[in-house]
């Protein structure tokens, strides 16, 4: 450890260690968004399964069901993307921690820094990955609503 260290040198060190916080304000985007979407899934099945409680007829209790069967999956898979997302964070958190402390004592921890990089990247890459699949079950979700009306529809029709 260098026992005197100037103003100049500290200020590197601090820019170095700032760098990955650009990263940290885009995985909190995203935690944001991830969060809304959560929200939204939530308030949609509290009006599904009210809607549901409320039905005699079965048809539409089932379809109702099904619906509810895709939110509580929606919702697991967008838990796992927000705490695989709060993860890479605070790899990320840790990383920064570690690039001021090793510059500030002159440690030789490259190898930890890029390790948590990298660990923080993959894990944010697994979190998207569970958005993305969230995203495509909430258009099922959609082409099953459209598929309630139109049964509903014609089943009217036919009566």
Not at 16 to 43: E, Q
Not at 99 to 116: A, D, S, T
Not at 121 to 146: D, P, S, T
């Amino acid at each position: 450890m260098n026992p005197i260290i100037t103003a100049t040198g500290l200020a590197m060190i601090i820019q170095l260690s700032v760098a990955p916080v650009f990263l940290l304000a885009g995985i909190a985007g995203f935690l944001n968004v991830m969060s809304g979407r959560l929200g939204r899934i939530v308030d949609r099945a509290r009006v599904v399964e009210q809607r549901e409680a409320s039905l005699r007829d079965t048809s539409q209790q089932a379809a109702y069901h099904r619906e509810l069967v895709v939110l509580w999956r929606r919702i697991n898979i967008i838990n796992w993307a927000i705490a695989l997302c709060t993860t890479s964070g605070l790899l990320v958190c840790i990383l920064i921690v570690s690039l001021f402390v090793g510059g500030f004592w002159e440690l030789n921890i490259g190898g930890l820094i890029v390790g948590l990089f990298v660990l923080a990247l993959v894990v944010l890459i697994m979190a998207l990955m569970f958005f993305l699949k969230e995203v495509q079950l909430a258009k099922r979700v959609l082409r099953m609503g459209r598929e309630v009306i139109v049964e509903a529809a014609s089943s009217k029709e036919h009566s």
